[in-house]
């Protein structure tokens, strides 16, 4: 097994209680099925990290409304193990505590919207909506189980929102991950793209930073981090998604000049697929078929997969 890929997302389902126009669905075909029994994910989750897998990202569409995910995390919470999830912060909170009592270590919360009206139009995102969201993301951070929050500038919203939100993340000295909106599934979303290079003359305009560095990360391509003078950081993806490159098979192949893969990691689709990028269908490997197969059997095709990518 290539060493460096000890990282899976695991798209538990792809249900959503928002409906966000830019949404990439991490690669998944729309109207994919989905065939994973809870069961079958354990055992398949258990099979991951039998042949290395060490990270664990619980995602979606909104991983929250799969219902079995206590269970599931009850079930793979490995004490050699990282285990965190991506939310959009729409969640019940009973709920989610069950989860952290199962074993979820932490969470990201990616802000759809925090006051924009666009915006929230953009994601489908309601009145009632946005006030749980920032309910639940007071509360993630007052029980510092707060990882970081995503948030993907739109170009066509303008910055204003962008702007309120930073000042949450400095009042609650937390960290905010700007993003770019990614193309994908034959989407163009040219007119929302802004480069980074604007992004940081933009943030110029408001803010002054105590420092500013690259921030390395073993699983996606390194950040610059910009420290909030008032507490706080921005980090921004300054570096190329495609520059990782993260197997063998990147060095051949022919969609890398438009590649939007900036993580070492592949996924566990809840279609019943392992799918390592973004823009490609042709290098994943149907695993439906493998409910019948013991572990130790389905340990050697997962590695024997990994090490030819």
């Not at 219902?67 to 019940?92: C, K, Y």
């Not at 199962?102 to 969470?107: H, M, N």
Request: include cysteine; glycine fraction near 6%.
């Amino acid at each position: 097994m290539q060493t460096k890929i000890n990282y899976l997302r695991v798209v538990l389902t792809r249900l959503c209680n928002l409906s966000c126009t830019y949404c990439h669905k991490e690669g998944a075909e729309i109207s994919s099925r989905e065939v994973i029994s809870p069961e079958f994910m354990v055992k398949m989750l258990r099979c991951f990290h039998e042949a290395g897998i060490r990270k664990f990202k619980m995602m979606g569409g909104e991983p929250t409304l799969y219902t079995a995910l206590p269970e599931v995390l009850r079930e793979i919470s490995f004490t050699d193990s990282d285990i965190s999830m991506i939310t959009n912060g729409i969640f019940d909170r009973d709920f989610l505590e069950h989860c952290f009592d199962c074993g979820l270590q932490r969470v990201n919360v990616s802000v759809h919207t925090w006051s924009d009206k666009n915006r929230m139009r953009a994601s489908g995102m309601t009145d009632d909506m946005l006030r749980t969201l920032k309910s639940n993301l007071q509360f993630l951070a007052d029980i510092g189980r707060l990882s970081k929050v995503n948030y993907v500038f739109l170009k066509s919203c303008g910055s204003e929102e962008l702007f309120d939100l930073i000042g949450w993340i400095s009042e609650n000295q937390q960290v905010i991950d700007i993003l770019n909106v990614i193309s994908t599934n034959g989407k163009d979303l040219h007119e929302d793209f802004m480069p980074f290079s604007e992004i940081i003359s933009l943030l110029e305009t408001r803010y002054s930073f105590d420092e500013v560095y690259v921030k390395k990360n073993p699983y996606n391509p390194d950040s610059l981090r910009l420290k909030l003078k008032d507490g706080g950081a921005i980090n921004l993806k300054i570096f190329p998604l495609n520059s990782i490159q993260p197997f063998n098979s990147c060095r051949t192949c022919r969609e890398v000049s438009r590649c939007s893969e900036g993580i070492k990691a592949i996924r566990l689709t809840c279609g019943g697929y392992i799918q390592p990028c973004l823009i490609r269908n042709d290098n994943r490997v149907d695993i439906s078929t493998w409910c019948a197969k013991d572990e130790r059997e389905i340990i050697h095709l997962l590695v024997k997969y990994i090490e030819e990518l």
